[in-house]
């Protein structure tokens, strides 16, 4: 019986991120998927709201945001307007997507640009058999 | 401090004379629903390897039972397979002509199915109801089967909380055989529960198993505590009983010791370091080996010594507010908890334990108060209102209230509460263990978390986002 399972380690872990998911709508409606997001929710979160969590995430020490679904995509207007509020508060920014809106270069280019210039940071994509 | 948000203040051995009497159990149980007889004597027989319950009626007791317990329980939450659980699938015709000739099958079909060594009958209200005789069925059955069949007379209007457990442990005892000879220095430890339906942490068991062992203890077997019908058949050659969790470990402890003499060490639970030296000691002096014991006090509170020596310095002087329903699933580790606190100079406030647990477990709460344990007690309005009591909304605004009303605070329990002292999140401590000197680390850890952290803004927002 190592020690490591019978004495409680480290307990200093402070909050470091914040996960908004900002819709359960998505393109797609995976199986293993653990918000049961489908094409037929349609329930952005507000602005309003988002941006209080976001404050709430700032007080509590968080140092980064990431932006989760659904499909963050689907209400681009609004991730736009979370990023920008993310980024005056001195956060992180991080997204996921599946990339459904990047049919071709020149909207690929249109999505991101945008983005880039509110202080996104990082950007990730769900790329697998099931989307 | 005004009395709105106070039900009750005085002591535990006051809240056990106003339960006594009727006072604080409300007409309507409303507040608090508790395990009925049913489910407490399958969390026993749950805990004997290759024993199959055998539910004697409809459909849906079984499937809450063996659902609840997969998914809560056992496999999801902790990887513990669940035992198979056949039923009789109970249905109308079954209620008019009788189901005994329906349980016979079911009870030969199990033992082709599952080659158990042990199969238990359980018998729910509607075989209650119309009088179904299975334990006669049981008698049958068992000349045509290989494994050894009983039965238990189950039905939810038969008994409570604790008449399932202690029919449980009485069946139990109907399995263990004359002793060949009686095997020194060994030990049986009763009321355990790990398995699929544990209601313990088997860390906590392991934690008494390392220190009995550096002692040079045996255990025979831990009833029912993963225990297999061969063990408990040689129950009676071990030379001491010895009580874990003894508000469910005692009641079989007492018949061993009444019809078979066998002698029982019970005492509270090992939480801190005189508990430990107690519960260790309860079981060497019996056994002859205390010398031994008193080594191993010796050599593993060496090991502790700077977690003892902060507990004090940390604990002297404060109010501890321990809350035991947010984190454990009666009031017994509470008051381990409040006594372990005192241990270490503070003066514990136990918060919110239902009456209707204390009722449930009323001769432990006898046993720990003949025991000195008689801590002050605090209910809320909260702990009655409509639902379950542990976790309302109301008695969270209520702790917040009491907190504010004393000095130097500490709070023992669930990091779901937000009172305005350090939280000691006794939560984090589940898979670790809490008994013996291995649970002074850890629970000395948590405490010099909770006081670190205390000016670490905590959020209620994001609490009501992921809890609503």
Redesign the interface.
Known sequence: ?GEE????GN??Q?LQW?CLLLTYRCTSECSHCFTSSSTHKDDPMKLSEAQ??LE?AK???ARRVWLFGGEPFFYFDLLLSIVESAKQLGLEVTTTSNAFWATSEESAVRRLCPLKEKGLEYISFSADPFH | MGNDYIAFHGDLKGLLEKVETGEMIPKFQASHAPMGKFMTAFFVLNGIRHCVPLVHAPTGCTLQMSEWVRRMDCCERRGVPLEPVPCTIFDESDVIYGGEGKLLETVLEADKKYHPDLIVILSCCTAGIIGDNVEMIAQEAEKSVNARVLAIKSEGFGGDFRSGYEDAFKLIMELMEPPQEKRKGTINILGARVGPTATEISEDLKEIERLLDEAGIKINAEVAGGCTLEEIRRAREAELNVSWCYDWGQKLGDLMKDRFGMPYSRTGLPYGLKATEEWLLGVARPLNIEKEALEVIRREKEKVLPELSYLERALKGKTAIVEPSTVFNGPIRGLAMARMVEEFGAHPIVLNIHPYTIKERMPSIKYLLETGLNPEVILTPGVFRLGSYSMQSETEEELERIVQGYDNVIYFGSSDRYPDCPVVNLGLISRFPRFGFRGIQNIAKLVETALKDTSRPRSKLFKEMIYG
């Open positions: 019986m399972k019978t004495l409680i307990l200093n402070k914040v209080e969590y709430e007080r509590v020490g």
